[in-house]
């Protein structure tokens, strides 16, 4: 007898036996048992996921008599009738299957369909299974479309395609329709271990690893493999033997890359970019096994009991995962995912692999750098130095209050300029030193210090004893009191919730130029630089909301023009301010110096400094 392929001979030939699709078998089985039938099925998934084999036996659930011929529709067909021995060989009349690739004009769906008329010849049901069916024509499709929506109640469809996007949305509405996913590495790696145990064929684990993971979750094409591996091994399945006829990238490779950019080592990238070039290995294989190895660091970072400990690659991961931080981590993965689709742009592939670690190397996040000093006091450059009186605290309910004749236009001391000759160190507030808790905490696990929210931000009013931060610009800019105004009259409004969605962001980002509370109405001039914002609908509305607000009519003047000040623009200058100064409170604090200091490896993540809001 002639040699049968692993795909053919161990195709499921039961619902029971179906590896991966538990959602399509548990659905089906439920729909026979109750024997709700649809009259068309669409199988739509990835080439070797169970398409075919899924109709087959579905085909023999509708058409099984039992071992004695007395049986009816069922979820678990015998599998020794001569309805089911026939499907299976492919020989049973009432069972059509079609390639829809290579018959895929009108003529041929016409043939078909005139011999649905006629009642099954030997079983219960006519199935038609129509694979690929994307490829019909749409006179094909069309020919079909009547007899598929109301078909003889002897007749099912089976149509099946691995890219439903192709099929005409009027089919779709006429079929039941499941998707049968790509199988998991490791359930592929499950079955073919009792394949080859049932063959007798002996197997290393990490043969059956990279026989799984290259067949990218079709199952068909992991049995192709193994029958591709059994005669390429003589019968025994080793790793290194699995992995040269792959043409895979060994993992040490990958290590020695990782290795190399953690320690900003671009000679030893040369180099492993020259082995593999040695070796022959793909540099495409070489960015995936990379972008692989980044995912599982990541998700070691990231939860570091999620790793499998039966993977051998684990503990390579773990003893890699602390020499990059997790952003790093992330644009490894990013990289190297991407540069694939640049390699068939490089001169050759492994210019283009040598171009992709290089700029790994060159683009790795600032705060890479281990500081092992604390960093010297930070210098401001020679400035003029402007010492500006604090703001009185004013309520938005004051701002509100018409403004009399005589004072309508704000007067502004104007700044003293300090010469400075020379450079002046900018002054940090630093912490006082925390005494150790009984709590056993670490010190950078503890919470804030009780003091935090005393740390005096851009725009607070300045107590009496707190000294005025020298302004690090060479020109410090004065508030627009109308600004200001305008700035309490958008809280407000906010607050009361009168305004929202573009309305508030117009109200929000606008520059107030004038308010003239002389006029009858009074009249409020903006700029806006956005031409979205300045439409006639929003501007209706927020000066309804305006006079609604202040008990008086007014009219709402929305001009164009680029916005130097505004609510937005001071709420983002604070934020800045505020992230700043949380930033020099952590690195002039004494204790992350000493700490910087006595690990070389450590630093301050970049992003997780967060001010107290």
């Known amino acids: 007898m002639s040699y049968i392929v692993l795909a053919r001979k161990y195709r499921p030939r039961s619902f ?10 548990q659905a089906l089985s439920n729909a026979l048992t109750r024997q709700r039938l649809h009259h068309a099925y669409l199988f739509t998934g990835t080439r070797g996921v169970g398409k075919t084999t899924v109709s087959r036996i579905l085909a023999k659930s509708l058409n099984c008599v039992g071992p004695d011929g007395t049986g009816g529709i069922t979820a678990a067909p015998c599998g020794v009738c001569n309805a089911c021995r026939d499907i299976d060989a492919g020989r049973y009349v009432d069972y059509v299957e079609l390639d829809a690739a290579s018959n895929r004009g009108v003529d041929e769906i016409s043939q078909l369909l005139d011999q649905s008329v006629y009642k099954p010849v030997v079983g219960r049901f006519k199935v038609y299974m129509i694979d690929e069916v994307h490829m019909l024509t749409m006179t094909a499709f069309n020919a079909m479309l009547k007899t598929l929506e109301e078909p003889p109640e002897y007749l099912k469809f089976v149509l099946a395609t691995t890219d439903p996007q192709k099929v005409p949305v009027t089919v779709l509405s006429r079929c039941l329709q499941f998707n049968l996913r790509p199988m998991a590495p490791q359930t592929v790696q499950e079955h073919l271990d009792q394949v080859l145990q049932a063959e007798a064929v002996p197997a290393e684990i990490g043969a059956l690893r990279l026989l799984s993971r290259a067949a990218r979750g079709s199952m068909r094409d992991a049995l192709s493999l193994a029958d591709q591996a059994i005669a390429f091994g003589g019968g025994i399945l080793d790793e290194a033997g699995v992995r040269q006829m ?3 990238v ?20 040369v180099r492993t970019v020259d082995e593999l070039r040695g070796l022959g290995l793909s540099a495409a294989g070489t960015l995936e096994e990379l972008a692989t190895f980044a995912q599982q660091m990541a998700l070691v970072q990231a939860v570091p009991d999620a790793a499998d400990p039966t993977d051998p690659d684990t503990p390579a991961v773990r003893a890699l995962a602390p020499l990059l931080a997790p952003d790093e981590t992330q644009v490894l993965y990013s990289i190297a995912l991407h540069g694939r689709a640049e390699l068939a742009l490089a001169p050759d592939e492994y210019s283009g692999l040598m171009m992709v670690l290089l700029r790994l190397l060159a683009f790795r996040p600032q705060g890479a750098a281990v500081v092992a000093t604390p960093a010297a006091p930070r210098v401001a450059p020679p400035v003029a130095v402007v010492v500006k009186p604090a703001p009185p605290v004013v309520s938005s309910r004051e ?36 005494a150790a808790k009984p709590s056993g905490l670490a010190p950078w696990e503890e919470g804030p210090p009780a003091d935090w929210d005393e740390i005096p931000l851009e725009g607070d009013p300045v107590p009496a004893q707190t000294p005025v931060r020298a302004a690090e610009s060479s020109a410090p800019s004065l508030e627009d009191p109308l600004v200001t105004r305008w700035t309490a009259l958008f809280t407000e409004l906010a607050g009361r919730g009168g305004i929202n969605g573009l309305v508030r962001e117009l109200a929000w980002q606008a520059q107030c130029l004038s308010i003239d509370e002389q006029a009858t109405p009074w009249r409020f ?45 001071r709420d983002a200058a604070r934020r800045v301010q505020a992230q700043n100064d949380a ?3 952590i690195t002039s604090d004494p204790l992350v110096a000493e700490l910087l200091a006595r690990y070389p490896t450590a630093r301050i993540v970049p992003g997780s400094i967060r001010p107290v809001a």
Request: glycine content about 6%; aromatic content about 0%; overall charge negative.
């Open 399 to 434: 701002l509100l209050r018409p403004v009399a004749a005589s004072t309508r236009v704000a007067v502004v001391p104007a700044p003293v300029p300090v010469p400075v000759s020379a450079p002046v160190p900018v002054p940090v507030p630093s912490p006082a030193p925390v």
């Open 246 to 248: 792959l043409g895979a």
């Open 525 to 569: 001039v903006l700029r806006v630089e956005r031409e979205s914002l300045r439409q006639q609908g929003h501007r209706d509305r927020l000066q309804a909301a305006l006079s609604e607000l202040l008990a008086e009519p007014v009219v709402l003047d929305v001009v164009a023009g680029a916005v130097s000040d505004s609510a937005a623009r």
């Open 250 to 269: 060994d993992r040490g490779h990958v290590v020695r890359i990782v290795e190399a950019l953690a320690a900003s080592d671009g000679a030893a990238l």
């Open 583 to 585: 930033e020099a409170v």
């Open 16 to 25: 029971t036996e179906m590896v991966g699709q538990e959602h399509v078998v």
